[in-house]
């Protein structure tokens, strides 16, 4: 069997399983720790296997991940009725209505956190791991595939492992991961990274052998992510944003190759990017969670020197070009655990410059990332914060109207906070950006409302803003109406009050 | 004159200047960097000139210190009109009501951040420092006294300094500072600290004695903290978190020397902290921003072994007992900047348990720690963020009521966020604790209500999470009543509904 050469240990050839064999093991109530980040290096056999054993013999687990799973997991575990407590992050549609409705809970984490969890004791041990690997060599180490995540965390905090050899994941990634534990807290030293080239660990996950219960053969692709073709509002967000960080090179703030990037996971963040491969910057390094599409436009455009991230989600069409040409890109990539790509020490230290995405801003920048109407959650967090409370510029971007305009982007009062004021540099949107570094409160507002705000919600965001300084303040509130736009769109299905429908 | 044996680079003599004279230095629309971290180690001769000058000569500034300042400085520059912008924290009377009638303005900073966006020219550079000091050195080292705060980032960055000797500072203190600057981002190794006990850097702060424009004496002493006796409720708070930590050690997160301690100022936290001298806690170690009285009760009682700070803010039994003991106390102490102190790659690496102090807390566990109402500036976020954020265990504290109970500090949602969900792990009030690590937002709400809340606002806290499960969501709100508590009591005087009201 040629798949065999993918074990080189040949103490571990009697483990191979079926994947019905291993979906056996997992048993009701259990902690499973599946790898897996935003769709890409997701265990896949396993899941799927247990969820057909599911039908006919009903079970509940923990589902703790790196970030969203691929291959309908999430969607089938959740209606299937198989999760207690899900963690840390989520993008499925099935799954975020089930949590929704409350049928079961979802714990929602900066992704930097959930490893230092684990090693602390203070979130449940993990049963079992189940972890995608390319290979395990000679002395057991497991190689991960197309995403590190919390793998690591996980084979050091589970009793056994389930090892899922992804026969279609491309080869050439073995020795682009580095794999690396900082200590428990208080018994540790510096994570010893200076610049996003910086190998730190080593090429695998190195366990016990004997604690490797069983190995899977499987031949399910990655999904690729859904296509982020720019389009004329995220070209304009881009185009200010560029603007906004050429200011900074005029200013000699930064140089032309600006700071080690990080941008989310969305179609507007790969579109700032996208937009940056007809500009002068250049010689840029990346240092973030997921590669999309556009940070590989950026290394074909040869914008882009080296980029480190824990997870590559392509589409389909860059998917075949990227996996079958890993010889082109495997010396200037880096695959590290979600803790160190999103660790707040480093973040700091290189001083990044960080590009999320909002669902909503208000008036004084505090952002909204998670919350649909403030309760009903969309994705997660992410690692949005670990990002942005860090970087030497945290940005956030979106379009200003959302809904044909029903929705405006920008409010009175978010109706959730993921994102303070404090942590909130930049904020930009396809009408322009607001460089709110070093100003208060009331410098904010109004830079908000003319530079940020759709045309159609300025004049109402202008009265509500007048209204509020009547009642003082460092952030001036009418406390009644503040999140009146959020109550009106509920009741009337827009934000857009009657007396400015005509304006 | 005697004085002069503190200036010990005899080239610097004949910069000794008046207060007045130097406060002539200072032009209208200067930039000026203030020594000074809650009371302590504040510039205080040459504001206070600048005070009396203004009166006939009115002038404004910005005004940038490491915190709040004493000797009544914020206020007397807030009630002459002489402030164009305050940052990063303050905390007087007056000063508050000019903020929040928007008079000037003021940047609520982590207080980590204000050197690193000086260092980066985010922030307009400092035009005079004006720097407390023990002595100059032979070499030009500037030796700070009761704070370290942003002294060397201002220092570095000033035009010009001035430095004023205070003959009533403690002389033992020094040797007790470590002045250490990260490079800028992007051009740093790690900051080398793996113990509170650590030291760095070097004992003062080191630049070209020609910067040193002018050497003022003074025998100004620091204004004492307000008396912070604990009573009933923080005494019950105390014990609810040593109960908590108690369960800690319990299960084998931590040890009976816990993990290096960060305390926020105010009464509440120094109780608790207080709280500790008659627990079996020992062996502990302090890494926090200010040291109160709680911490030097401690190392009498031979609870702490060592402290690390960037102030000493004492009461003024505890000044007297402490400046003039300072050699039982100095070699188990070091001061720090304050961007070092509150540096998230140190109080990650070591694992701090932050506790601080909030204004109210919601049912999911969002924090406002700054703005009464929503809207009316406290005294500022402080160094709250750096520590909760990247803390090992992030507490909050509270009384449960507030006037008699018109408040109740524990309400449907937060008028303001601090520090969201994702950064608050425990919270405590007189009432018990709940701890929110690894639960979603539906788990935290009862927990909350029922081990937090005060018994006249459990009933109505309940009613209001029901009919928000009515709705739905991951965090169930009725988003029209979301911030009605508050509005009510801005109406009626009190949060508590007429039907609770004989409950």
């Not at 997701?42 to 006919?56: N, Y």
């Not at 534990?181 to 996003?196: L, W, Y």
């Not at 190759?257 to 250049?282: D, K, Y």
Request: proline content about 4%.
């Amino acid at each position: 069997m040629e798949n065999l050469n993918r074990i080189r240990n040949e103490n571990l050839h009697n483990r191979v399983v079926s994947a019905e064999e291993a979906a056996s093991w997992i048993q009701d109530g259990m902690t499973l720790g599946l790898s897996g980040f935003t769709r890409a290096g997701d265990a896949k056999a396993v899941p799927l296997a247990l969820v057909e054993r599911a039908k006919t013999d009903p079970l509940k687990v923990n589902l703790f991940t790196g970030a969203s799973l691929g291959c309908d997991i999430d969607k089938l575990f959740a209606e299937n009725n198989m999760i207690i407590k899900r963690l840390p992050f989520q993008a499925d549609a099935s799954m975020r209505k089930k949590i929704n409705k409350g049928e079961f809970y979802f714990y929602d984490q900066h992704l930097s956190h959930t490893s230092e969890m684990l090693r602390s004791g203070t979130l449940p041990a993990i049963d079992i791991a189940i972890l995608e690997a390319l290979a395990i060599t000679e002395d057991g180490m497991i190689i991960p595939t197309t995403s590190t995540g919390n793998n690591l965390a996980f084979a050091q905090s589970a009793k056994s492992i389930i090892v899922e050899i992804n026969m279609t994941q491309p080869e050439l990634l073995e020795g682009v991961h580095d794999l690396y534990a900082p200590g428990k807290q208080g018994e540790r030293g510096p994570v010893p990274i200076m610049k996003p080239q910086d190998r730190i660990g080593v090429k695998g996950i190195q366990v016990d052998p004997e604690r490797i219960r069983g190995i899977v053969f499987t031949e399910i692709p990655d999904s690729p992510s859904t296509i982020f073709e720019p389009d004329e509002e995220t070209n304009m967000i881009a185009q200010h944003l560029i603007t906004f960080l050429r200011k900074e090179v005029e200013s000699g703030r930064l140089t032309n190759s600006l700071a080690p990037l990080q941008s989310g996971i969305g179609s507007v963040a790969n579109a700032v990017l996208s937009g940056m491969v007809n500009s002068e910057f250049e010689n840029l390094t990346v240092y973030s969670e997921v590669l999309q599409d556009a940070v590989f436009e950026l290394l074909d455009a040869g914008k882009v020197d080296f980029a480190s991230c824990c997870s590559i989600t392509l589409s389909a069409p860059m998917m075949e070009k990227v996996f079958n040409n890993m010889e082109k890109y495997r010396d200037r990539l880096i695959m590290r655990p979600q803790e160190i790509s999103n660790l707040p020490e480093v973040i700091r230290r290189m001083g990044l410059i960080a590009m999320n995405t909002a669902l909503e801003f208000d008036i004084y920048g505090n952002v909204n990332s998670t919350h649909v109407s403030g309760t009903h959650m969309m994705n997660g967090i992410g690692g949005s914060g670990d990002f942005a409370r860090n970087s030497r510029i945290s940005i956030f971007v979106t379009k200003s109207i959302a809904k044909d305009g029903a929705i405006s982007s920008i409010v009175p009062m978010v109706s959730h906070v993921d994102h303070t004021e404090h942590d909130v540099q930049v904020v930009a949107t396809e009408q322009g950006y607001a460089d709110l570094r070093g100003l208060a409160p009331r410098e904010r507002a109004m830079l908000i409302i003319e530079n940020c705000a759709h045309p159609m919600y300025k004049e109402q965001l202008r009265a509500y803003y007048e209204e509020a300084l009547t009642r003082g303040g460092q952030t001036p509130h009418v406390l009644e109406k503040a999140l009146s736009w959020h109550t009106n769109y509920a009741q009337k299905g827009t934000m857009l009050e009657e007396k400015y429908q005509n304006a």
